[in-house]
Antibody, heavy 118, light 109 residues
C-alpha cells in the first residue's frame, strides 16, 4: 500500500524552529520527486518546496527561501523539512506529496499541523 | 509567475446535475501541465486530472478535463453525493515553480 506519513508538527513561538518528517512506503522513493505543500487554516494550497530523487536539486517558494531546508534520506525512505525563523504566516497544515514526474502532485499524506504563535 | 484564477468561487448544484469549473491562467501554461485536485473537508487533496485531460488512477469517468493555453475546464458529468467538495487547479511552470488556483467550492443546492 502506498503511504506517506507526516510527523513533527506542533506549536512553536515566532522565531523558533521545527523539523517535519515524512515516512514513505509502497513507492520507489529514491527515484521519486518529493515535495511539501501547505494550507493555512481555511485557505487554499501553496507549494513550499520540492526535491529531486537524488536530493541534488531543491526548490523553494520565495516566502520560505533562506528559512526552510528540504532534505531526504533515501536509505530510510524519509523526507524532511527543517523550518527556521518561523513566522505567524507559516501556520498551516503541511502535506508531504510525491510528484508524478515534475508536474502534478500525485500522492499525498494526511498532513501535520504547524502553529506559530506566542 | 503564472497566476491561476478559478471561477466561480462557489457552485451550488443538486446531485445528478452537471458541474463545470473554470481555471484561467495569466499566461499560457507550458506543455499543458495543468492538474485538478479534489479536497473533501478534513482530508488531503486528491489528484483527479493531470496533463489537462488525463484522469489519474482510480478516478471515475464522470470527471473530465479539457482546455489548453490559458483556459481550462473540469467537468463533472453527474454529481454524486461524494463530489461535493473544493476543487483546485494547479500548473507547473517548467522553471521549477508550481502554482495553485484559489479553489472552487461545489456545494449542495
Amino acid at each position: 500500500e502506498v503511504q506517506l506519513l507526516e510527523s513533527g508538527g506542533g506549536l512553536v513561538q515566532p522565531g523558533g524552529s521545527l523539523r517535519l518528517s515524512c515516512a514513505a512506503s509502497g513507492i520507489t522513493f529514491s527515484t521519486s520527486v518529493m515535495s511539501w505543500v501547505r494550507q493555512a487554516p481555511g485557505k487554499g494550497l501553496e507549494w513550499v518546496s520540492v526535491i529531486s530523487g537524488s536530493g541534488g536539486s531543491t526548490y523553494y517558494t520565495d516566502s520560505v527561501k533562506g528559512r526552510f531546508t528540504i532534505s531526504r534520506d533515501n536509505s530510510k525512505n524519509m523526507l524532511s523539512l527543517q523550518m527556521n525563523s518561523l513566522r505567524a504566516e507559516d501556520t498551516a497544515i503541511y502535506f508531504c506529496a510525491k510528484l508524478a514526474g515534475w508536474d502534478a502532485f500525485h500522492i499525498w499524506g494526511q498532513g501535520t499541523m504547524v502553529t506559530v504563535s506566542s | 509567475e503564472i497566476v491561476l484564477t478559478q471561477s466561480p468561487g462557489t457552485l451550488s448544484l443538486s446531485p445528478g446535475e452537471r458541474a463545470t469549473l473554470s481555471c484561467r491562467a495569466s499566461q499560457s501554461v507550458s506543455g499543458n501541465y495543468l492538474a485538478w485536485y479534489q479536497q473533501r473537508p478534513g482530508q488531503a487533496p486528491r489528484l483527479l486530472i493531470y496533463g489537462a485531460s488525463s484522469r489519474a488512477t482510480g478516478i471515475p469517468d464522470r470527471f473530465s478535463g479539457s482546455g489548453s493555453g490559458t483556459d481550462f475546464t473540469l467537468t463533472i458529468s453527474r454529481l454524486e453525493p461524494e463530489d461535493f467538495a473544493v476543487y483546485y487547479c494547479q500548473q507547473y511552470g517548467g522553471s521549477r515553480t508550481w502554482t495553485f488556483g484559489q479553489g472552487t467550492k461545489v456545494e449542495i443546492k
